[in-house]
């Protein structure tokens, strides 16, 4: 069976910090790879998709990079951190389908700037 | 574009009565209709899926959708609430890309004794 993986769990960060998040997936190739960002009262937010290795697609401008060095690895980053960035990142992945293909998800990181 | 609304942000049961928690869904094609559930800290974790096979689908813990595309609705019902099924609920459409999917604000579930 399938399973996702995210670390850290919980991260308290200073703002102008770097960031690196990691998410792995077992028992799959060749997934689609998600970034959201949930942040509170507002929802999810599709932050990156890749649909291969080295493959990203940014689907919000801001101050986060993500990158995807091996099929199954995906990492968020960021040079410096704001304090809007604080929230909770949920990785997912999916079979890599067309419109419409469930995506499974992470136990997530939360993340906090001060 | 795709999206949905979830008409309650909250929704208060007793134990034991029915859960409704109610959708609707704006879609320019025959959409794929998700429900996922998520416990405070937790990742979310998949209820149910309709893709147009049939239109009432059964999940996971009792749950059940009906999809009704005269009322572009997707409510999500259980019989009986029980205590472990208070969490966040989020209802999803899949976006107009390939891959994303637009999420509802989510509706907060408490089951009181």
């Known amino acids: 069976s399938q399973t996702i993986h995210q670390w850290p769990a919980t991260l308290v960060q200073p703002v102008g910090s770097p960031l690196s998040l990691e998410c792995t997936v077992e028992g799959t190739s060749n997934p689609n790879l998600y970034w959201y960002r949930q942040a509170a009262g507002r929802g999810l937010q599709l932050l990156f998709y890749s649909v291969g290795i080295g493959q990203i697609s940014s689907e919000v401008p801001q101050n986060l990079s993500a990158s995807r060095p091996q099929d199954r690895q995906f990492i968020l980053s960021s040079k410096k951190l704001l304090l809007s960035d604080s929230g909770f990142y949920l990785c997912a992945w999916s079979t890599s389908g067309g419109r419409g293909e469930t995506q499974y998800f992470g136990p997530g990181t939360r993340l906090l700037v001060l | 574009a795709q999206s949905v609304t979830q008409l309650d942000s909250h929704v208060s049961v007793s134990e034991g009565t029915p859960v409704l928690l109610r959708c609707n869904y704006s879609s320019s094609y025959s959409p794929s209709l998700f429900w996922y559930v998520q416990h405070p800290n937790k990742g979310l974790q998949l209820l149910l899926k309709?893709?147009?096979?049939?239109?009432l689908v059964k999940g996971i813990n009792g749950f059940e959708a009906e999809f009704k595309k005269s009322e572009t609705s997707f409510h999500l019902t259980k019989p009986s609430a029980h205590m472990s099924d208070a969490a966040e609920y989020f209802c999803v459409v899949s976006g107009n890309s390939g891959y994303a999917l637009n999420f509802g604000k989510g509706t907060s579930l408490l089951v009181t004794p």
């Open positions: 309709y893709t147009s096979a049939a239109t």
